[in-house]
């Protein structure tokens, strides 16, 4: 994405003083060199701040006690933007901020509130176009929320605790929240996985758990339906008594052949019923039936329950059997003790030498304790055929239970006639009553217990997931994150032996797991970045792949990521003693001593130049310097932007201090 620094702007407190602007040049290496104190490292600070950062980065005391606002211009898909954000005084940061898009945009002389920073974050999500679709939709955890601008932060600042750390690449990446977030959206970040992907992904996730809750519907409906068959065999009995149908008793129905019979039933009209003499007879012979299993599976039942409570107490029992040896074993336990102070056999450990032989009595402490560890063992686990037959016999009460009660409810269905009132049992009305109950009974069955419909949603659901996997490839998707890291492993080793490294022509691989760079030695080791050592060896791979990293952003089709990287001192490494110092003993303007130096200072401005040159200026570096056009003046494709050395030239004017 064409998204680079055309400005920044500062606005006095004391309004008599007009903006302080600073103009950078797109698509080129744009350079502030100046002495120690004089704001450079401020820029990244507050960049960061007016692109909606949380909290407000930019040094106290002098810039902040001195500006009302900051402000930058971007310049974005041929128009530009200014995002101005007020000065958060006390608060650690200030919503209040300002925004205003043209072609060439002017600088306001005082900024006002016309936006918030929410505002602004959204308008900068959308105007790089990123995914509202978050990484993973079955978590809700922030690390696996939507990719956001401030996210791509990472990519654009390169500060002076980065530039050169051994355990940090990246910018924030040293903190776990942003450090887990950017793990999580870097295959999106790469364009392995695209919104059309991450929308599959989530269709795939709601899918899913849409699929578990009709198959749990559907589990609990044919666990349901073998209750309903013993509750329709008692309706059609009491049809049959009231000679709305006849079956042959022969036959044996299926679930869904009886649920055909109680639908004719319930279309039948009272005045179609036929009672006979063999209906009254055989539903009485039934209820006599029905009686009997009721009566058999009680006795099982009874028998069932007593063997569960003899076990129950058997495991009791054993528990406390257990427990009282572990008690005896513990008394006894300082016979080992003892024993193992006799080595004399003619002296007792208590008594010393005795005519009485108290030893024996020890002897024999120790056999019984022997004894009582072995049957502890013997009794410290249950049998695994006594734990298979209790589990057997849960079972079994479970099944009975359920059967005994599908009994009683036919018994008390067909029993339903024969409670009633002596001139009530046969009437036409009575008959009509159970009529209307056949009909709700069956609409209710109907509704609850036909699952064809259930299946076929399922079905669907299976076929639409099997449809959507097959097209969100996880392996290809892994195979296009490789392929990604590989460009980019390329770009940086083409640049790496342009810098002052010691191993330039070794591979380098960008493990993103890790957020860090692994270099493969010729003697086939592997090795992370903390492991190597030197500060320009730290430098060297830090340079590399942050610009490797901008020239496959600008590859792409469409790169959410924006393109400009700003480096805070990277010769930092070349300046230790004196850039280390205490505040009050730096050098404020420390120059570089010898050639040696020199020579690597310059190799960085010339690697940027020829990442410049490859991307055919098609991104922008900011880079603020100690060192002075004498190191890269010769250097093509760069632009001084500012030099702060000398009386009254610094970031901040003079005059803004002194009011």
Not at 168 to 193: E, Q, S, W
Not at 453 to 458: D, G, Y
Not at 494 to 523: A, F, K, M
Request: one cysteine or more; hydrophobic letters at 35%; aromatic letters at 8%.
């Amino acid at each position: 994405m064409h998204f680079q620094i055309k400005k920044l702007i500062l606005w006095a407190k004391d309004l008599q003083f007009k903006p302080k602007e600073i103009e950078f040049k797109t698509d080129s290496i744009n350079i502030i060199t100046g002495a120690s104190r004089t704001g450079k490292s401020a820029i990244i600070p507050i960049i960061d701040y007016c692109l909606a950062s949380d909290s407000c980065y930019i040094p106290v005391k002098t810039i902040r006690n001195a500006c009302s606002w900051f402000g930058i211009v971007i310049e974005v898909n041929q128009r530009q933007v200014l995002l101005a954000r007020q000065e958060p005084g006390l608060q650690k940061s200030t919503d209040n901020m300002y925004i205003a898009s043209d072609t060439v945009v002017s600088t306001p002389s005082v900024p006002f509130k016309n936006t918030s920073r929410d505002s602004v974050k959204k308008f900068l999500d959308e105007l790089s176009s990123l995914t509202f679709l978050d990484i993973d939709a079955d978590n809700s955890s922030n690390y696996l929320g939507r990719p956001s601008f401030r996210d791509l932060m990472a990519f654009c600042f390169q500060p002076q605790n980065i530039v050169a750390n051994a355990n940090t690449l990246f910018y924030k990446a040293d903190t776990t929240d942003h450090r887990t977030k950017l793990i999580n959206i870097f295959p999106y970040i790469l364009g392995a996985v695209t919104p059309d992907i991450l929308a599959k992904r989530q269709e795939i996730n709601n899918l899913s758990k849409e699929l578990k809750r009709k198959e749990r519907e559907l589990i609990k409906l044919r666990e349901l339906s073998e209750k309903w068959k013993t509750e329709i065999n008692g309706w059609i009995a009491v049809a049959q008594e009231f000679g709305l149908i006849k079956l042959d008793a022969s036959i044996d129905h299926s679930f869904e052949e009886q649920l055909e019979i109680l639908s004719l039933i319930s279309e039948k009209k009272a005045s179609e019923s036929n009672i006979l003499n063999s209906n009254i007879e055989a539903s009485s012979q039934e209820i006599v039936a029905l009686r009997k299993e009721e009566n058999e599976l009680s006795i099982k039942l009874s028998s069932l329950k007593n063997r569960y409570t003899e076990m129950n107490q058997l495991m009791n029992s054993l528990n406390d059997y257990r427990e009282s040896l572990t008690i005896q074993v513990e008394r006894l336990n300082i016979s080992k003790w003892l024993k193992s102070l006799t080595d004399d056999e003619e002296s007792c450990p208590i008594f010393g030498k005795t005519e009485e032989h108290p030893k024996e009595q020890i002897e024999k402490f120790y056999t019984n304790l022997i004894k009582l560890e072995n049957e502890t063992g013997f009794t410290s686990k249950i049998p695994a055929s006594f734990e298979r037959e209790y589990e057997n016999v849960k079972s079994e009460i479970s099944m009975l239970t359920e059967q005994i009660m599908a009994v009683q409810k036919r018994i008390k269905l067909q029993s339903q006639i024969r409670n009633s009132a002596a001139h009530e049992k046969y009437t036409i009305e009575n008959i009509s009553r159970f009529i209307g109950q056949v009909q709700y009974a069956n609409e209710t069955f109907k509704s609850i217990s036909s699952d064809s419909q259930l299946i076929s949603e399922i079905e669907a659901i299976n076929e639409r997931l099997s449809n959507l996997r097959a097209q969100v490839n996880e392996n290809a998707i892994q195979h296009r994150i490789n392929s990604a890291l590989g460009k980019i492993g390329a770009y940086a080793i083409r640049l790496l032996p342009l810098l002052d490294s010691e191993r330039p022509n070794d591979p380098i691989r960008i493990d993103y797991q890790n957020l860090t760079v692994v270099v493969s030695g010729q003697d086939g080791r592997d090795d992370y970045l903390w492991e190597i050592g030197s500060g320009s060896n730290w430098l060297s791979y830090h340079i590399s792949v942050t610009l490797a990293f901008q020239l496959f952003f600008d590859q792409q089709v469409h790169s959410p990521v924006p393109g400009f990287i700003v480096y805070d001192q990277p010769s930092q490494v070349y300046f230790p003693k004196k850039l280390a110092a205490k505040e009050d003993e730096q050098e404020l303007d420390p120059k570089l001593e010898n050639d040696e130096d020199r020579i690597a200072v310059k190799k960085i401005f010339k690697t940027m130049s020829e990442a410049i040159k490859i991307s055919q200026s098609k991104f922008q570096i900011i880079v603020l310097e100690h060192a002075d056009s004498s190191i890269w003046g010769e250097v093509p494709n760069i632009h001084e932007v500012c030099e702060w050395r000398g009386d009254n030239n610094k970031l901040i004017p003079e005059e803004w201090i002194n009011q």
